[in-house]
């Protein structure tokens, strides 16, 4: 398995601010991912982080509004920039790691709340 | 494309009762599928997986689940709930054919009653 970390565990914002919310994983992989969790909702994917690139977004979702940064195998950081309490959620790393191409291990979460 | 159905949102059993989640998929090609659990304030854990061979599946827990390509179901059970049982389920659906992409199920609230 892989062992991730996610830092904050948990914030509170007031809109229009900015929050960079940082993902470590414990070995290098191949893929990583961010997740949206809404209040009693399944999971959204964000985008997939790049190594050294800009990352892959998903319909709905804008580099503007979630600049994420992949500079190595282990670690990426995703921003919600110009918050709304609209952006309140859970937000998810993932990774997939090399040789396991078909199973994703999860981070803790960052559990977001925008006033 | 492909697409996850859970039926039930939430489902509530009693403890020592047997415990099943529903999963219906679709995909155009064979499915590689899984079941995950989210405790409260917590990431999520992998229960299980199908990706080829067996059919029927066993994980984490005394959980286990059957691909059934014919009912394109992949329903997760377990024959004794426990309390420690009560958390979040989501199935879900990926290949990784050109592009990696998982679908997750709206997920099911599993509920235990003492």
New interface residues.
């Given amino acids: 398995s892989a062992v ?1 970390s996610q830092k904050p565990s948990r914030d509170i914002c007031q809109r229009g601010t900015s929050l960079t919310i940082q993902c470590q994983v414990d070995s290098q992989v191949t ?1 990583m991912f961010w997740y949206r969790q809404q209040p009693g ?3 959204t ?1 964000i985008a ?1 982080a790049n190594q050294g690139s800009e990352a892959t977004y998903e319909s709905g979702f804008v580099i503007d509004k979630f600049p994420i940064s992949r500079p190595n195998l282990t670690f990426s950081t995703l921003t919600v920039s110009n918050m709304s309490p609209e952006d309140s959620s859970i937000y ?1 790393c ?1 990774v ?1 790691r090399q040789g396991a ?9 960052t ?1 977001l709340t925008v006033l | 494309a492909q697409s996850v159905t859970q039926l039930g949102s939430h489902v509530s059993v009693s403890e020592g009762a047997l415990v099943l989640l529903r999963c219906n998929y679709s995909s155009s090609v064979p499915p ?1 599928l ?1 079941w ?1 659990v989210q405790y409260p ?6 229960l299980l ?1 199908y ?1 080829t061979g067996a059919t029927l599946v066993k994980g984490i827990n005394g959980f286990e689940a059957e691909f059934k390509k014919s009912e394109t179901s992949f329903h997760l059970t377990k024959p004794s709930a426990h309390m420690s049982d009560a958390a979040e389920y ?1 199935c879900a659906v ?1 290949r ?1 054919t050109g592009g ?3 679908i ?4 099911t609230r599993l509920f235990v009653k003492a």
């Fill in positions: 991730i893929m909702q399944s999971l994917l997939t998810l993932s997939v191409t078909h199973e994703q291990f999860f981070g803790p979460g559990r | 590689y899984f995950y304030n917590q990431g999520l854990q992998l997986k990706t989501f990926n990784n990696f992409k998982t997750f199920g709206a997920g």
